[in-house]
């Protein structure tokens, strides 16, 4: 009796304690509002993952990153190597070159934790790039969710030039090279080119300042920029509320799925380690960026077959493919071989990113709120753009390594860059006309499956002696993802108000090439009654659909 009424008191003294201390800090910080964020509920997707693979991804970036600048030197002062590794024994080389190859034999473990860095470095990238794909095809770049892609496609023009500053930094033979053609692309804008090259370089090729100048930039201005931007995308992400998948009791009012605290924290947490695993496996196995059998750099030194890393593979290409074409303007030699594929083709893919959910809005008329993903194929031609693009960046990758290809496949280095101009040209067409096809193809294999059921793989005889095959019911939570496509009409050829009657003829045309091949579904009166019942969660089945998720986030 005594020791249940000291644990008593105990737990009395605790829970005041601990109202006390929740008082206090609510009087001071915004305590009592994280309660409904602590709730805030984050859908279920493999999809969804990719945006944390990416932030994990830097957060690993971030932690290398501070080791490697306590042994790096960001110094173009020449020395002579007189460290562990033989075959450099008594060669001239930078600072920097020489503080990265210590940091590879002679500190401990500092192989390992530049190799993490720079798999995490293009794993970084490559989760961006997979993550804006999946926010393109699914719809997700829409209202109200505009201003989050332009975040989104900024992280991405930021994490490219991080990249390549990083990259830079060893002041190897390799990296020297990727150096020597961006002096190259600098020098050919003009008027300013030649001004332009002077500031970046200090001076005349290749100079002494460059190198702190990189170091500044890649682990001061660049990284605050990405770390401020990775916030508010964040920030934008809990206000808007996640985007989620269409299904029963899924609607645009609300979000389905685990809370915040402490289903979603958890998982999180062990993607988190799962990525840092990964990248460590891989810097352990996978060796990357040997920077000491390239050797130092040298400007009048190139290594045959030197190729960069992806993220630039394709203005690599883009300048492999530009025919030979100059012209002589007041004296000025305008260098477009140089000047179209690296300057002003990257400037027009950036701009049409930036634009496209603007320029989908306008073409479209479509000024809704949008909190359900679309499935690629019911939308066929945003799918097909989004493919072309990706054969398009394809190509000229390929084409950044065709000196590669032509040696390893025994095939004719001229032939090869013709067969990449061509496609170039021919093959995102192709790729677009090719998915919208499959898309639509796909709708009218929905259609069918929603009016005469799943096959079963059951054949019987009929009555007049043929044979069929015998069709089952759809699962209810299919039959409803597939009954709520909607194929919005396309606008009038009337222009809107304001605008001129050739830029409403434009517009109805250009939504007619929109929305104009469709597969239309048919629905009962029935089921479109139980369907819209179903989608304000109030029908028998809303609740049944989904015994272990949890709903939060109303309509504000």
């Known amino acids: 009796m005594l020791l249940q009424r000291r644990r008593a008191r105990a737990g009395a003294r605790a829970r005041h304690g601990a109202e006390h201390t929740v008082d206090w800090a609510d009087r001071r910080l915004p305590v009592s509002e994280g309660g409904g964020l602590l709730r805030k509920a984050f859908p279920e997707h493999w999809s969804f993952l990719l945006g944390e693979i990416a932030l994990y991804s830097f957060v690993v970036l971030l932690l290398t990153g501070v080791w490697l600048t306590l042994f790096f030197k960001p110094s173009m002062t020449e020395v002579v190597y007189d460290g562990s590794y033989e075959p450099l024994l008594g060669v001239s080389m930078s600072e920097a070159y020489r503080s990265t190859v210590d940091i590879s034999f002679d500190v401990r473990g500092g192989l390992l934790i530049r190799q993490v860095h720079h798999w995490a470095a293009l794993v970084f990238l ?54 020597r053609i961006a002096q190259g692309i600098m020098l050919s804008i003009p008027v300013v080119g030649t001004y332009i090259s002077m500031f970046v370089f200090g001076g005349e090729y290749p100079g002494h300042d460059l190198i702190p100048r990189l170091y500044s930039v890649h682990i001061l201005l660049v990284p605050a920029l990405l770390l401020a931007l990775v916030t508010l995308h964040l920030i934008l992400v809990f206000y808007l509320k996640h985007t989620q998948w269409a299904g029963r009791g899924r609607t645009n009012r609300n979000s389905v799925g685990k809370p915040m605290f402490p289903q979603f924290v958890t998982n999180s947490t062990g993607l988190f380690f799962m990525v840092f695993g990964v990248l460590t496996v891989l810097a352990a196995v996978a060796q990357i960026n040997p920077i000491w059998a390239y050797g130092p750099y040298r400007p009048d030194v190139i290594s045959s077959g030197s190729q960069p890393d992806w993220y630039v593979g394709f203005l690599e290409g883009s300048l492999r493919l530009m025919p030979p074409f100059e012209t002589a303007v007041a004296g000025h030699t305008v260098m477009w071989n140089v000047l179209v594929p690296a300057v002003l083709l990257p400037g027009a893919l950036f701009a049409v990113l930036y634009a496209y959910p603007f320029f989908e809005r306008w073409v479209t008329g479509d000024h809704e709120e949008h909190h359900l993903c679309d499935r690629p194929r019911d939308k066929p031609v945003r799918t097909g753009l989004g493919v072309a693009a990706i054969v398009f960046y394809g190509v000229l990758l390929l084409a950044g390594g065709n000196d590669i290809l032509a040696h390893t496949f025994h095939v004719s280095l001229n032939l090869l860059t013709w067969i990449f101009r061509i496609s170039l040209v021919v093959a995102p067409p192709l790729a677009l006309a090719a998915t919208k096809r499959i898309c639509l193809a796909l709708q009218e294999r929905d259609r069918e499956r929603l009016a005469e059921g799943e096959e079963t793989g059951e054949v019987h005889q009929t009555l007049a002696g043929g044979y069929a095959e015998s069709h089952g019911p759809l699962d209810p939570e299919e039959r409803h993802v597939l009954r709520s496509r909607q194929a919005p009409e396309p606008l009038a050829p009337s222009p809107k108000e304001g605008d001129a009657p050739h830029v409403g003829r434009l517009r109805a045309t250009l939504s007619e090439w929109y929305y104009g091949d469709r597969v239309d579904v048919e629905e009962p009166e029935q089921e479109q009654e139980q369907g819209r019942e179903s989608a304000l969660g109030v029908g028998p089945g809303a609740a049944a659909s989904e015994p272990e998720a949890y709903s939060g986030e109303p309509e504000r």
């Open 126 to 179: 490559s989760a961006i790039g997979v993550h804006l794909l999946r926010v393109f095809f699914t719809g997700a770049f829409r209202r109200p969710r505009e201003a989050n892609w332009l975040i989104g496609v900024t992280l991405f023009v930021l994490a490219l030039a991080e990249g390549f500053a990083g990259y830079s930094l060893p002041d190897d033979l390799l990296s020297g090279t990727g150096l």
